[in-house]
Nanobody, 127 residues
Framework: EVQLVESGGDLVQPGGSLILSCAAS????????MYWVRQAPGKGLEWVSTINRDGRTTYYADSVKGRFTTARDNAKNTVYLQMNSLKPEDTAVYYC????????????????????RGQGTQVTVSS
């Protein structure tokens, strides 16, 4: 089965850290760009980060730059999101997204109907 499964979400205090994982199965993971997006209560999807196929190129939203780091392990078919210095405004459901097409970057892939998205993991930042 082609799927993405996120894990690692939790309740954490402001200033704390979390590592999210996204395990991929059913497709050739190393062939795809991957993305992290999030959705806060009552808001739309917000792009968080992008990582290319070999993990050497990453991009971040200004809201998380310097605090979040994405990485991937193609041998384990897993993409990660290391989140440090968490703020209450980081509270959201976090999703990993696979580009709809292999071997290429799709602009705003997370908004396309043919992208693959996991079920999400809840991150709550609160004291």
């Amino acid at each position: 089965e082609v799927q993405l499964v996120e894990s690692g979400g939790d309740l954490v205090q402001p200033g704390g850290s979390l590592i999210l994982s996204c395990a991929a199965s059913g497709f050739t993971f190393r062939s795809y760009w991957m993305y992290w997006v999030r959705q806060a209560p009552g808001k739309g999807l917000e792009w968080v980060s992008t990582i290319n196929r070999d993990g050497r190129t990453t991009y971040y939203a200004d809201s998380v730059k310097g605090r979040f780091t994405t990485a991937r392990d193609n041998a384990k078919n897993t993409v990660y999101l290391q989140m440090n210095s968490l703020k209450p405004e980081d509270t959201a459901v976090y999703y990993c997204v696979r580009d709809p097409s292999p071997y290429q970057y799709t602009n705003q892939a997370w908004l396309t109907k043919t992208s693959l998205r996991g079920q999400g993991t809840q991150v709550t930042v609160s004291s």
